[in-house]
Every structure is written in structure tokens, then in C-alpha cells.
């Protein structure tokens, strides 16, 4: 079960950036408590899992980082554009106010981070249940 802590906080992050976005895009609030809330749980998540602090479902072979597959440099690069792309839209939005138009920021975030972001967390989810049901690392599948 201890290995799920890190498929929880991915959940609720995922959850919590759909809600914080779509309210910020569409002028609705609160949505700086749903962003703040989300970027929270997703930097966690991102240093529990990097620097292994969580527990993980080993595979037999080597515990390497896998650099040798594209699907995980996809991961990689498309959450970590996500998650420090949210983290400026959250300081821009606590330093400036919450009242300013924002017009080109809501649009960018909303059609643009958010599916980068999404797309990364589905990888890395996908990754975890193949490990916990299948015994299986997608990301070996897909070596250059």
C-alpha cells in the first residue's frame, strides 16, 4: 500500500490543476487556493519519487534512471515545462493580483501547460500501474 503514496499525490495534483486552470481560464474563484494547492502536492510528489524518499514497486534488473528512453525524457520534459510553468502563472498571478486581465497568460496555461502537464502525469501514472499490476516498466519499451 505504501507504494500508492505517490499515485495519490499524483491524483489529487492532476485533479487540483484541472479545477485550478479551467477556473482561472473561464474568470471564476477562487482558483489561486486549487493552483497553490496543486503546485504544493505536485513539487512533493516530484521530490519524494526523484530522490526515492516513497516507496516504489521494484522490478528485477537494475534500479537505474531509465535516460535511455524517449518515453521517459517525454515525461520528463513535458511535466517539468507543466509544473515550473505553473509555478510562475501562481507567482504572477499572488505578485501582481488577482484582478488584472491576464487574457494571454489565461489562454497559454489553459491550452498549453495544462495538456504538457497532463500528458507528462499520464505517462508517469501509466508507468506506475504497469509496474504495480504487470510487473512491467513501459519505459523500457521505448529505448533509442
Excluded at 11 to 30: H, T
Excluded at 75 to 89: D, E, K, L, P
Aim: glycine share 6%.
Amino acid at each position: 500500500m505504501a507504494v500508492l503514496i505517490n499515485l495519490v499525490l499524483a491524483v489529487a495534483a492532476f485533479y487540483l490543476y484541472v479545477v485550478a486552470s479551467r477556473r482561472f481560464y473561464r474568470r471564476e474563484r477562487p482558483f489561486v487556493g486549487y493552483l497553490g494547492a496543486a503546485v504544493v502536492l505536485d513539487v512533493a510528489d516530484a521530490l519524494l519519487a526523484s530522490f526515492k524518499i516513497t516507496p516504489t514497486t521494484t522490478l528485477p534488473g537494475p534500479h537505474v534512471v531509465p535516460w535511455h528512453s524517449a518515453l521517459f525524457l517525454v515525461h520528463i520534459a513535458v511535466s517539468t515545462i507543466g509544473m515550473f510553468g505553473f509555478i510562475a502563472v501562481l507567482l504572477v498571478v499572488l505578485i501582481k493580483g488577482q484582478d488584472k486581465p491576464y487574457d494571454r497568460m489565461r489562454t497559454f496555461q489553459y491550452r498549453i501547460l495544462l495538456p504538457c502537464w497532463v500528458a507528462g502525469e499520464i505517462i508517469a501514472l501509466a508507468n506506475s500501474i504497469g509496474k504495480i499490476l504487470f510487473k512491467v516498466r513501459i519505459y523500457d519499451y521505448f529505448r533509442f
